[in-house]
Structures are given as structure tokens and as C-alpha cells.
């Protein structure tokens, strides 16, 4: 059956709200636009919430902001009521509405609870926009009851509301439940707090997920929170698009993010080709993370590429627990290890898992942990080398950054991390930048973090750049920096620790440092009480260290801090090879003081 306006017809059930909207009485709340059988849109401009959250916060929390008889009635069309089906005259496919936006109405918790139990048996919305609607916390149990419960719902778009850390935890809760949802945006909603971004990550953990585009920009999410959403977004089979933009993440939570979607794999990687330039766009894994801050580190950010020192954490923070297992994956990779004896939990000594034992273990979640850990850094090899998918994460990083500083900030956090590049890769990098200054900075970081076979493949990498960009690097680069020859690194260094590649020389002169003084460990010991001092004296090889005019001493502990002026004499214990170069004249007096 039809009702007729007029000389037009139209349909049962647009005579049904044009009657209400006809009838009813308004003060305040929403506004019954536009429905039609395919989309209802409720929106009202009048109605639009409030941008400051703290007056939101001070209305009387019990306030209903949609009268019960509008709610009523979008129930009722939401879910094909029998009510209007009689009095209309209706047929339930009629009533069939599957994208439903309410933004921009400010129905507050009561009327929030009200709509998510109304929907829960729904099975004709799958679009369900409800951003600026004034949602808190306070709804979270009947949002987590809808998310676990309906099938139908495919897009959820809960921005720009308050649903918070507690929110969060519900929203996680309902998730991992939901087998329907596609599409979820919770941009705005200040969720980011460690507790919210753990839930958030067990529900990506979860195996009906069948989630493809995430967005949580705008969440007030640290490097912390980062970490753990990152533990969730490497076993997530399903996430194609995540939205991270507007977040502090910093240094390390950046590239604990991108880290994460390649999954030292991809999220796609089980079917991709290992080539990024070969795999289809529509396959891709695309990451924002616009305005993120990435160019600043955390001193007290957990560092994966440089995990030594001295920790005391707690293990009811799920950061903390993310932490030790970390360290945990690098001494079973070979990257470092716990201080034997230092391991204290609660005072006690506690025995931190090896071998097979350490592959599915996972830290208690309560105790006061305290130990040292020592790195070992060690010259890179293939399986050090960046994934391709990962460079081509940060390629399109690059092309949505407009700003000058971002982008800077971009190529510092891929040239400063545990990873390192083929040649062809950092060509490919390199011809990403935008002008001479960008191309020069990404070849000073770049050129000591390159891995091959071949000889000189730093100067494979020099020769892209032009007569004016390489003076330009010269005049970028400290006078040890220009000096150090992998293949002949004696001499005399100075550097300065809060210049990004002089830091990179540094490490790489650690790392030969390391791996001559494993070398020596294995030479014969000596007979009787004669001392062997290559054995038992490292600090012939790196010796006479001072940071800021102040002796240091060079442990596997060790951890360098981001500024200072370190100075030291390297002798190396290596016979130079064929095509080394001869150590320049004004170093020899220096060196010849070392014997």
C-alpha cells in the first residue's frame, strides 16, 4: 500500500515520519530529515554539539538529549516495527533502511544506550554514522552488546564523540566478538591511553575480525600506546588501511607502527610478491601518520635498535610487559641479552625463558621487575635489511607529506632504526626527495646503513647525487665522519653524538668493535700465568673514551646518549684488505701512541 501527498505518491513509510514530523512537538533534539529506503538522514545543524568537551561534560549527565517519542520512532523504523507496520499499513521490506546517519544530533548516554539496544537485533543497517553525537564512556556496555551481537553493521563511524580510555576498553571488548564490521572510525574520542589502545590491539588480535580500514586519528595516542596497537597489527590478517594521523606517536611509536604493518612481513605479505613495485595498489597496506611528531624522541621511549640499559618496570602496565617481551625476542635473535644475576622480580631472583621455552611465553601481569640488558651490536646482514613493503610504507609517507619538516623527520626515523638498505632501495628512497637538501641529508644517514656484497656501496650512492650536492655533504659532515673506512677504521675519532651521522658512524665503529672482540674471545688461551692482553683488555680496540672531555667506559650495557662530544682511538684488529685505504698521515702520530 501507498499514502498519497497531494497529486504525488509516495511511500508507506515517508508517510509515516511526515506524519510525525507533522504532529510532534519540538524543543529539542533530533529532527527527522529524510528517509528513504535505501539511507535516513538525520542530521540538524542546530543540534550540532558543542566543540568544547568540558561544557559537554557539566550537563546533567542524566539528560536525555532526544526525546523518548523520536527515539521511539527511530527505533521503530530502525527496526520495522509492528507498530508502524499496522498503523501504516507497511510491509517489512519497506522499512528496510541500510545507511543510517544520526551526526551532528547530541543525544548524550541515556539516548546513545537507547539506539545501540534498539539496533542490537537489526538486520537492515549496515551503515551507521553517529560522529558528533555527544557519545561517552557511559554508553560503552550497550556498544560493546551491539558490536557483539549484530551482524549486519558493516561501517561505524564514531567520531569526533567522548567515548575515552573506558570506551575504548568496551568498544575493544565488543569487537572481538564482531565478525560484520569493515570499516571503523574513532577518530576524536581521546582513546588512546595504554589501557585503550591494549583493548584495541587484543581485538585486532581477534580471529572473526574481519576489519580492513581503521582510523584513530586524533586520539591523544603516545609511543607507548603505539607499541601496543603495533602487537595487534602484526597478527591482524584483515587491516588493508590504518589511519594514525594527528597522534603524538613520536619517533619509536612511528616506526613501531610501520614496523608492525610490514609485519616483518605485511599485513599482506603471506601473498604479496617480495617486490614492493610488483604488487598490485589495490593489495597494498596503506598507513597514514600525518602531523604525528615523528621527528621527536622519547628518552624514556623503549628503543628496539638500541635496547641496552638498566630497566625497572611494572608488570600491571601492559607497556611494561611489551617491553620484556621485546627484549626477550632480541636475546633469542641473537641482538643482546639479560645481565646473568640481574634479574630481580619483587626482589627475587626471577629466570627470564630461553630457546623454545621463550616462543610462546608471555610476562605474568603483576610484579616489580628490575634488570640490566646488554646489546650486541654486530655488522648488519641480509636478514638486517629493511622489507620492501616497508620502503614502500614509506614512500607513500613521503608523497602525502607536504611539509618540508615531516618529510625530513620521515627519512631520519627509516636512516636511524635497526634496519638497513640495499643500494636499490636507497636509490629508490632517494629519488623520493624532493630537493638537493632532503636528497644530501638522506645521503649522509643513509651511506653508513647500506648492505651487500659488493665494495664501495656507499659510493654507488654518492654517485646519484650532482657536483653541488656532494660539496654540500662534505660540508654537512664532520671531519671523522669523512675519515671512517669500514675496510680501515684505525684512527682517531671525534664526533658529535646529537648529529644524526655521526651517531650512525659510532654504532657501525661499535658493531666492528664487537665482532673483533668475539673473534678474539675464541683465539687459544694462553699457557700458564702469562697474560694474553688481546684477550683479556677490549679496550685495545676502543680505548681512551671520553664523552663531553669525561672518561666513559664502553660496556655491552652501554647505552649512548643523544648528545655530547665522544671521543676515542680505534685500533682495529683487522688485516686491511687489498683495496683499503692507507690511514691518512695526520693520524699516525695519534695511533702510534696507542702501542
Not at 581503521?214 to 603495533?230: E, K
Not at 673514551?545 to 662530544?565: A, C, D, H, M, W
Request: aromatic share 6%.
Amino acid at each position: 500500500a501507498c499514502a498519497l501527498s497531494g497529486d504525488r505518491e509516495i511511500p508507506p513509510w515517508q508517510a509515516a515520519i511526515n506524519e510525525f514530523n507533522r504532529t510532534k512537538q519540538v524543543s529539542k533534539g533530533i529532527q527527522v530529515a529524510e528517509v528513504s529506503e535505501q539511507h535516513a538522514e538525520l542530521n540538524d545543524e542546530v543540534f550540532a554539539p558543542d566543540e568544547d568537551s568540558e561544557e559537554a561534560d557539566a550537563e546533567d549527565p542524566d539528560a536525555s538529549k532526544v526525546p523518548s517519542v523520536e527515539l521511539e520512532l527511530l527505533a521503530q523504523v530502525a527496526l520495522r516495527s509492528s507498530s508502524l507496520v499496522s498503523k501504516f499499513k507497511i510491509k517489512p521490506a519497506q522499512c528496510r533502511i541500510e545507511h543510517l546517519d544520526l551526526s551532528k544530533n547530541r543525544m548524550g548516554p541515556r539516548a546513545a544506550t537507547r539506539l545501540f539496544e534498539s539496533l542490537i537485533q537489526n538486520t537492515s543497517t549496515k551503515t551507521l554514522i553517529l560522529s558528533h553525537c555527544d557519545i561517552s564512556e557511559r554508553s560503552g556496555d550497550a556498544l560493546s552488546e551491539l558490536l557483539s551481537r549484530n551482524s549486519t553493521i558493516t561501517h561505524l563511524d564514531l567520531s569526533w564523540n567522548r567515548l575515552r580510555e573506558q570506551g575504548a576498553v568496551k568498544l575493544g571488548e565488543g569487537l572481538t566478538s564482531n565478525d560484520s564490521i569493515t570499516n571503523l572510525n574513532i577518530a576524536w574520542n581521546g582513546c588512546g591511553s595504554e589501557v585503550g589502545c591494549k583493548s584495541i590491539s587484543q581485538a585486532l588480535e581477534g580471529s572473526f575480525l574481519t576489519l580492513q580500514k581503521l582510523n584513530l586519528a586524533s586520539n591523544r595516542i603516545s609511543h607507548a600506546g603505539a607499541m601496543l596497537l603495533a602487537e595487534g597489527i602484526k597478527v591482524n590478517k584483515t587491516l588493508l588501511h590504518i589511519v594514525m594521523d594527528g597522534n603524538p606517536l613520536g619517533q619509536m611509536g612511528g616506526r613501531a607502527i610501520l614496523r608492525a604493518a610490514a609485519k616483518e612481513g605485511g599485513m599482506m605479505l603471506e601473498d604479496a610478491d617480495e617486490n614492493v613495485s610488483n604488487m598490485q595498489e589495490e593489495d597494498k597496506t596503506q598507513v597514514s601518520m600525518l602531523d604525528c611528531n615523528i621527528g621527536f624522541v622519547d628518552p624514556s621511549a623503549f628503543d628496539p635498535s638500541d635496547p641496552a640499559g638498566s630497566y625497572t618496570l611494572d608488570l600491571e602496565e601492559a607497556y611494561s610487559r611489551v617491553i620484556v617481551e621485546n627484549l626477550v625476542m632480541l636475546q633469542e635473535q641473537g641482538k643482546g641479552e639479560f645481565v646473568p644475576g640481574s634479574v630481580r622480580k619483587n626482589g627475587e631472583f626471577w629466570r627470564i625463558p630461553t630457546g623454545e621455552a621463550a616462543m610462546d611465553w608471555t610476562p605474568p601481569e603483576a610484579g616489580l621487575v628490575s634488570f640490566d640488558f646488554q646489546g650486541m651490536r654486530k655488522p648488519p646482514s641480509d636478514d638486517d635489511v629493511i622489507a620492501d613493503i616497508e620502503v614502500g610504507f614509506i614512500l607513500d609517507l613521503l608523497q602525502q607529506s607536504k611539509k618540508s619538516k615531516e618529510r625530513a623527520d620521515i627519512i631520519n626515523m627509516v636512516t636511524t632504526s635497526d634496519k638497513f638498505f640495499l643500494v636499490s632501495q636507497a636509490e629508490t628512497l632517494l629519488a623520493k626527495c624532493q630537493d638537493s637538501n632532503e636528497r644530501v641529508v638522506f645521503v649522509s644517514q643513509a651511506m653508513y646503513r647500506l648492505v651487500g656484497k659488493e665494495e664501495n656501496l656507499a659510493q654507488q650512492l654518492l654517485d646519484n647525487l650532482t657536483p653541488a650536492e656532494l660539496k654540500e655533504l662534505q660540508g654537512m659532515m664532520s671531519d671523522s665522519a669523512k675519515k671512517f673506512k669500514a675496510t680501515n677504521p684505525t684512527g682517531k675519532y671525534k664526533f658529535d653524538l646529537g648529529r644524526d651521522s655521526d651517531r650512525e658512524v659510532v654504532m657501525r665503529l661499535v658493531e666492528i668493535r664487537n665482532r673483533q672482540l668475539e673473534e678474539l674471545k675464541s683465539l687459544p688461551k694462553p699457557r700458564g700465568e702469562l697474560e694474553c692482553n688481546r684477550c683479556e683488555k677490549p679496550e685495545r680496540i676502543m680505548r681512551n673514551v671520553t664523552l663531553s672531555k669525561k672518561p666513559v667506559e664502553i660496556t655491552p650495557n652501554y647505552q649512548f646518549p643523544r648528545s655530547g662530544i665522544l671521543e676515542f682511538d680505534f685500533t682495529s684488529q683487522d688485516k686491511p684488505g687489498p683495496n683499503a685505504e692507507v690511514i691518512v698521515s695526520g693520524t699516525m702520530p695519534e695511533v702510534r701512541k696507542l702501542e
